[in-house]
């Protein structure tokens, strides 16, 4: 009965791993056309194409969330598992749904730079490095779990400060753009809810670190 509980442990294991791999490339994808939206003139062609794989990656994402949580059920159901092995299938169940979040996410940031492309503001330069650091906070709470890390999960979860205090300073300028009258209102708005959506991923990121650490450890932070 163990041999069979540790396989299918081991199938939830690669489904997670496979749903982290689409989570990357969501937000990689969003992240990328950010960069060559707010750092070029307007949006090109390549920007459209990437606004529907990111849907496509949205539904799949989608899709396997809920196979993972009916696995994680039948699992509960069938083999009442204890201890470290409890751990991990509760564990999962939590970060699908930080998982399926930053699919979402990552999705309206596309979404938002696709529909009103190429002004500035003057944050584009904090915006950008702020989605390279969101986006390595990802990479990095997906590697946790691959590794099994918990080192890596705790690196994850420190770096969710930095991602905070980018969107505090993007904010403070914005508003003082507005104020001044220095900025295109819209674009303004539209570069703060970016901001936002990359703090949340920023979060979900976190929160998949922290069921890493539990998983392996059996603490909550």
């Given at each position: 009965?163990?041999?069979?509980?540790?396989?299918?442990?081991?199938?939830?294991?690669?489904e997670m791993?496979?749903?982290?791999?689409?989570?990357?490339k969501?937000?990689?994808?969003s992240?990328n056309v950010?960069?060559?939206?707010?750092?070029?003139d307007?949006?090109?062609?390549?920007a459209?194409?990437?606004?529907?794989?990111?849907?496509?990656?949205?539904?799949?994402i989608?899709?396997?969330?809920?196979?993972i949580?009916?696995?994680?059920?039948?699992?509960?159901?069938?083999?009442?598992p204890?201890?470290r092995?409890l751990?991990?299938?509760?564990?999962?169940l939590?970060?699908v749904?930080?998982?399926?979040?930053?699919?979402?996410q990552?999705?309206?940031?596309?979404?938002?730079?696709?529909?009103?492309?190429?002004?500035?503001v003057?944050?584009?330069?904090?915006?950008s490095?702020?989605?390279?650091?969101?986006?390595?906070?990802?990479t990095?709470?997906?590697?946790?779990?691959?590794?099994k890390?918990?080192?890596i999960?705790?690196?994850?979860?420190?770096?969710?400060d930095e991602?905070?205090n980018?969107?505090?300073g993007?904010?403070?300028?914005?508003?003082?753009?507005l104020?001044?009258?220095?900025?295109d209102?819209?674009?303004?708005i539209?570069?703060?809810m970016?901001s936002?959506?990359l703090?949340?991923?920023?979060?979900?990121?976190?929160?998949?670190?922290?069921?890493?650490?539990y998983?392996?450890?059996?603490?909550?932070?």
């Open positions: 009965m163990k041999i069979k509980l540790d396989q299918e442990l081991e199938e939830l294991n690669q791993i496979s749903l982290g791999i689409l989570c990357e969501a937000i990689s994808i992240t950010l960069r060559q939206n707010i750092l070029t307007g949006a090109s062609k390549e459209n194409i990437t606004d529907d794989e990111i849907s496509d990656l949205d539904i799949r989608e899709r396997k969330e809920r196979a949580e009916g696995k994680c059920i039948k699992l509960l159901m069938q083999h009442q204890v201890a092995d751990r991990l299938i509760s564990s999962a939590k970060m749904t930080d998982m399926k979040r930053i699919g979402i990552a999705g309206n940031i596309a979404e938002i730079i696709d529909n009103n492309p190429g002004r500035e003057g944050i584009e330069d904090c915006i490095n702020m989605a390279d650091a969101t986006r390595k906070m990802v990095e709470s997906i590697d946790a779990f691959v590794k890390d918990a080192t999960a705790r690196e994850v979860i420190q770096k969710d991602i905070d980018y969107f505090v993007i904010k403070n300028k914005i508003v003082e753009c104020r001044e009258g220095s900025a209102g819209e674009h303004a539209d570069m703060l970016v936002k959506y703090e949340r991923i920023g979060d979900h990121a976190e929160n998949i670190a922290g069921w890493v650490l998983s392996i450890e059996g603490t909550v932070r």
